[in-house]
């Protein structure tokens, strides 16, 4: 078993605050010493409340499924003896009613291109296979109930 811990810190500073017309931004702090910068989503609560170049739950939460499944990619290619490159992926994250008629993120589309060298390079079955696996082993996505979908995009 392993424990990861961030701290989260939001502080009020002079707003009033009971007018709900607070600033949301606040810092992820990481263990390692990283600050990030963070807000609430512009598109749930509007700036100025929202600072828009700040990273957001949603954000974190599509850019992490990205992130796992990249570095089981990474692995399993590296162990196949294939040399990659650049893995570049835009991923896209769906913020709907769910079944049960709450907002959730009902869908994130993985959309990577990886940039290979070497004499040995992979087929498309062979690729999708990679990324089969990665999905599979992914901690992030087999925590989440929302759809992930992998759509292998050629370089």
Same mark, same amino acid.
């Given at each position: 078993?392993?424990?990861?811990?961030?701290?989260?810190?939001?502080?009020?500073?002079?707003?009033?605050?009971?007018?709900?017309?607070?600033?949301?931004?606040?810092?992820?702090?990481?263990?390692?010493?990283?600050?990030?910068?963070?807000?609430?989503?512009?598109?749930?609560?509007?700036?100025?409340?929202?600072?828009?170049?700040?990273?957001?739950?949603?954000?974190?939460?599509?850019?992490?499924?990205?992130?796992? %499944?990249?570095?089981? $990619?990474? !692995?399993?290619?590296? +162990?196949?003896?294939? /040399? @990659?490159?650049?893995?570049?992926?835009?991923?896209?994250?769906?913020?709907?009613?769910?079944?049960?008629?709450?907002?959730?993120?009902?869908?994130?589309?993985?959309?990577?291109?990886?940039?290979?060298?070497?004499?040995?390079?992979?087929?498309?079955?062979?690729?999708?296979?990679?990324?089969?696996?990665? %999905?599979?082993?992914? $901690?992030? !996505?087999?925590?989440? +109930?929302?759809?992930? /979908? @992998?759509?292998?995009?050629?370089?």
């Amino acid at each position: 078993m392993s424990e990861y811990t961030s701290t989260v810190v939001w502080q009020r500073g002079d707003q009033i605050f009971t007018d709900n017309q607070y600033s949301r931004a606040h810092t992820w702090q990481f263990d390692g010493g990283l600050s990030v910068p963070a807000s609430s989503s512009p598109h749930i609560v509007p700036i100025p409340y929202s600072e828009a170049e700040n990273i957001d739950p949603e954000e974190a939460f599509v850019a992490s499924l990205s992130s796992c %499944h990249m570095l089981f $990619f990474l !692995a399993i290619a590296a +162990k196949r003896g294939f /040399v @990659v490159d650049e893995y570049r992926d835009t991923v896209i994250g769906v913020l709907d009613t769910n079944e049960d008629g709450k907002r959730a993120m009902t869908k994130v589309t993985l959309r990577p291109v990886i940039r290979f060298s070497g004499s040995k390079q992979p087929n498309r079955e062979q690729l999708e296979k990679i990324h089969h696996l990665s %999905h599979k082993e992914c $901690f992030i !996505a087999n925590s989440v +109930k929302s759809d992930v /979908v @992998v759509e292998v995009q050629e370089v």
